[in-house]
């Protein structure tokens, strides 16, 4: 296997980053939703399992133990122009993190997946607290995917362990990519306020798999094709009709298809 499967050790987790409470669970309904009720700013809480994990769109998120379930409550002092592409800089920091282990051939899909060669690895869900600028940013990556879990998934998905078994990679611990996740986390999000669009685009086209594709999807009960043309200043898909005319968008449910098309 490339990776164990083994309770993980807190404490190296803990000794090499710079955090608050780490909140450690066999299993836990939400990570997300114990963060919004119990975590202080730095806070992060990681569970083995979740029994009420979610997604976009009050969407389940399977959660079966030996993935990786965590999530970060992030308090910022000062609010950006750009505040709308927090969710965007998050993926970034997710798949710069699996870069520095090895990973390759992967990217964020808009506006909360990553993915792997057009199969689903990974998503993010943010939600805001009452308290103004405190952020909880859930997110869950599959390590190892059961069968079981496949049949109740409609979409391709993929695993790390099935990535770095096609891909010969070397083994690695789930220590070590917490330890990258949270740090480029923290990198994003100290630096967010100073964020200037011009460099963020270029990190965003550099992760982006939907760029020059072409989707379908459904918006206002009216089907939507296009071709995925930009990212604009409030994070909004720009997806150039066929009609010639060129909408923005701020939430769309794209699938991809094996071939990268969407359905």
């Known amino acids: 296997m490339p990776t164990n499967h083994k309770p993980l050790d807190i ?28 975590g ?31 999530s970060l409550c992030y308090c910022f002092t000062e609010i950006t122009e750009y505040w709308s592409l927090l969710g965007l800089m998050t993926g970034i920091a997710i798949a ?7 990973i390759a051939g992967h990217g964020v899909k808009w506006p909360n997946d ?9 998503g993010i ?11 909880v940013i859930g997110i869950g990556l599959n390590v ?7 049949e109740k998934i409609g979409q391709e998905i993929t695993s790390l362990t099935e990535i770095m078994t096609l891909t010969n990679n070397s083994i690695f611990s789930k220590e070590t990519l917490f330890i990258h996740l949270i740090e480029h986390l923290q990198i994003k999000f100290r630096n967010f306020h100073n964020l200037k ?12 798999i939907l760029q020059g594709r072409t989707v379908t999807f459904n ?25 010639g005319i060129l909408d923005f968008y701020t939430s769309a449910d794209i699938k991809l298809r094996k071939n990268g098309d969407s359905e």
């Open 11 to 38: 404490n190296k987790i803990s000794n090499s980053i710079n955090c608050g409470n780490i909140h450690y669970f066999d299993s836990v309904n939400s990570t997300n939703t114990w963060l919004l009720e119990n």
């Open 40 to 70: 202080k700013c730095g806070d992060i809480c990681i569970s083995e399992t979740q029994t009420s994990g979610r997604g976009r769109r009050g969407n389940i998120w399977e959660s079966p133990q030996g993935n990786i379930s965590f």
């Open 219 to 243: 918006h206002q009960n009216r089907k939507i094709t296009g071709k995925v043309i930009k990212i604009d200043t409030q994070g909004r898909l720009g997806i150039l009709q066929n009609s």
């Open 125 to 135: 869900l943010l939600e805001t607290s009452d308290q103004s600028g405190k952020v």
């Open 144 to 150: 190892l995917l059961p069968i079981k879990t496949h």
């Open 96 to 102: 710069e993190a699996l870069q520095d282990i090895g």
């Open 114 to 122: 990553i993915y792997w060669q057009g199969k689903k690895l990974g």
């Open 197 to 208: 669009f011009s460099e963020f685009i270029k990190s965003w086209e550099k992760w982006d």
